[in-house]
T-cell receptor, first 115, second 112 residues
């Protein structure tokens, strides 16, 4: 089955810790995205990557880092510099380039809680 | 400023009624428009995509796009309690391929 997987589903972080959220897709999509969602809020873009070994900051990149070493994988690290990381994190992928193929598909999400 | 605005909710309709969800966007150059449904605690799932002015129907769902008015809407006919969710409008704004901007969502409740 084609799709996007995220792990873990739930993650707990202690103050001062870095944690890494996994995102894998087998849709053969070029582009991948990380969003953050807070209660009652829309999705805010953290980072995105349109090709392997390249990525760009979104609107709220401070305190986060990413890598894109493989087409299928786009892990997100929440660093200790992110002061309020408790949120629902969503990974998405798409095949941008044509309006008919630029739909973003989402993984199931990771819920991160700071203890 | 790149903005996507949705009508403030929550919206409550009786079962069988038509639910109307609205969205406006700031960039006249936008090409792609999406409606996602998000159940509580779950990730967004695509309901409709629309790229041309006019209506697009898929089952009980109809998306309407008016680029001149910078307006996109979603109509849900014969609403069911299972339609109760938050609906997110997403628009591509600006020249960055693939990047979408999301509205804050409209929470819909369909009561039996």
């Amino acid at each position: 089955d084609g799709g996007i997987t995220q792990s873990p589903k739930y993650l707990f972080r202690k103050e001062g810790q870095n944690v890494t959220l996994s995102c894998e897709q087998n849709l053969n999509h070029d582009a991948m995205y990380w969003y953050r969602q807070d209660p009652g809020q829309g999705l805010r873009l953290i980072y995105y990557s349109q090709i392997v070994n390249d990525f760009q900051k979104g609107d709220i990149a401070e305190g986060y880092s990413v890598s894109r070493e493989k087409k299928e994988s786009f892990p997100l690290t929440v660093t200790s510099a992110q002061k309020n990381p408790t949120a629902f994190y969503l990974c998405a992928s798409s095949m941008p380039g044509f309006p008919s193929t630029d739909t973003q598909y989402f993984g199931p999400g990771t819920r991160l809680t700071v203890l | 400023q790149k903005e996507v605005e949705q009508n403030s909710g929550p919206l409550s309709v009786p079962e069988g009624a038509i639910a109307s969800l609205n969205c406006t966007y700031s960039d006249r150059g936008s090409q792609s428009f999406f409606w996602y449904r998000q159940y509580s605690g779950k990730s967004p799932e695509l309901i409709m995509s629309i790229y041309s002015n006019g209506d697009k129907e898929d089952g009980r769902f109809t998306a309407q796009l008016n680029k001149a008015s910078q307006y996109v809407s979603l109509l849900i006919r014969d609403s069911q309690p299972s339609d109760s969710a938050t609906y997110l409008c997403a628009v591509n704004i600006g020249s960055t391929l693939g990047r979408l901007y999301f509205g804050r969502g409209t929470q819909l409740t369909v009561w039996p």
